[in-house]
């Protein structure tokens, strides 16, 4: 009898960028079949350039990738064929992000934009069995005028968006760049999250709390630099959606064994495990998961606990949440019994 495949850990996925979830050969056939020009010659020449040396490296080659996109059916196959994979990779429920701004600011209109990734995340639990959330990311190494301008649109449209991010090159653009943003988000009722703490200062950290009053922060593995952020985030029991396989292609971390993730659970930080970027940086969650249970030879008790902290993290109802750690409490004594 064939060995059955084990079932992947379920997880929230809650740091993901759609926009960074195009796979080589999609950017290739999007460009012929849209008129794009890309730099790259081919394939294999575009696939030569996923050797990073930073953020900014990798940011060079992802806005570059993301113009082939032009149709609101381009946006919605983007948005297919992550949730396809997500699913086999154990992602329960996603709450995904979308720097609509990029597209906005080359002349797409934003409504083409959250309209294709809307009509798939609507359908999401029926065709994929994954619950869904979009979060809409500014650029905060642009006017944050800009963001302005286009929250207020995105909001007087009648978009459908559960919260807003702030991403793109983080060194020498504090969160406090972003306070109207933030306020106008909140007062409409979004949810708001922001990568702090990638390449970042603890200070962009704690920042993004005091000043944008953010209810997660996108990586923050840079607290552990400083003893008074870690007390706080684990005193406030602040989610972290951390990014191993990103961390270390962007050489925020040397190796993975050299990650600070299981320093940082061992902390009672409440961090989970997240993507990305996926073609960029290696894998999808189920990768970042398998790298962190090999490299530390974390068991299962503990990779459930980080699946925990991933439900516990998201922006699902009570019930919803509740129904996803019953699933992983299933998968844990599943792989208890399968032991013996
Ligand atoms: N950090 C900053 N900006 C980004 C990222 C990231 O991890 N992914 C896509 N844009
Ligand atoms: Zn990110």
């Known amino acids: 009898m064939p060995t059955p495949t084990p079932a992947p850990l379920p997880v929230a996925e809650l740091h993901l960028h759609l926009d960074g979830t195009l796979e080589p050969d999609f950017i290739m056939e999007t460009a012929a079949r849209n008129g794009v020009d890309l730099p790259w010659n081919d394939l294999a020449d575009l696939e030569s350039r996923y050797a990073f040396t930073d953020l900014q490296s990798f940011l060079d080659l992802l806005y570059v990738n993301l113009t082939v996109l032009r149709t609101r059916e381009d946006f919605a196959e983007m948005t297919r064929r992550y949730l396809a994979r ?31 990734i809307r009509d798939v995340l609507d359908r999401s639990e029926e065709d994929f069995g994954i619950t869904t959330r979009l979060i809409v990311s500014f650029w905060r190494d642009a006017p944050a005028e800009e963001a302005l301008g286009l929250l207020r649109e995105l909001i007087a449209s009648g978009a459908r968006f559960d919260g807003i991010g702030l991403d793109s090159a983080e060194v020498g653009y504090p969160p406090s760049l972003f306070t109207e943003v933030y306020d106008l988000a909140r007062e409409h009722g979004l949810h708001l999250v922001a990568h702090a703490g990638e390449e970042g200062p603890p200070s962009y950290i704690t920042e993004a709390l005091d000043v944008l009053r953010v209810e997660r922060v996108d990586h923050g593995i840079r607290c552990l630099e400083d003893d008074a952020v870690v007390e706080r985030l684990v005193a406030d029991q602040v989610p972290l959606t951390v990014c191993p396989l990103s961390n270390v292609r962007l050489r925020t971390v040397d190796t993975m064994a050299d990650h600070p993730i299981m320093t940082m659970l061992e902390r009672g930080l409440v961090v989970s495990i997240n993507s990305d970027d996926p073609p960029y940086f290696g894998g999808h969650v189920d990768a970042n998961v398998a790298a962190v249970q090999d490299t530390f030879g974390a068991d299962d008790a503990t990779m459930a606990r980080f699946a925990r902290h991933s439900f516990v993290s998201s922006f699902l109802t009570d019930d919803e949440r509740a129904r996803y750690l019953a699933e992983v409490d299933a998968w844990l004594e599943g792989r208890t019994a399968a032991r013996g």
């Open 86 to 116: 997500a699913a086999a990779a154990g992602v329960r429920h996603a709450e995904v992000s979308s720097d609509v701004q990029a597209h906005v600011r080359r002349g797409i209109p934003a409504q083409t934009v959250v309209g294709g």
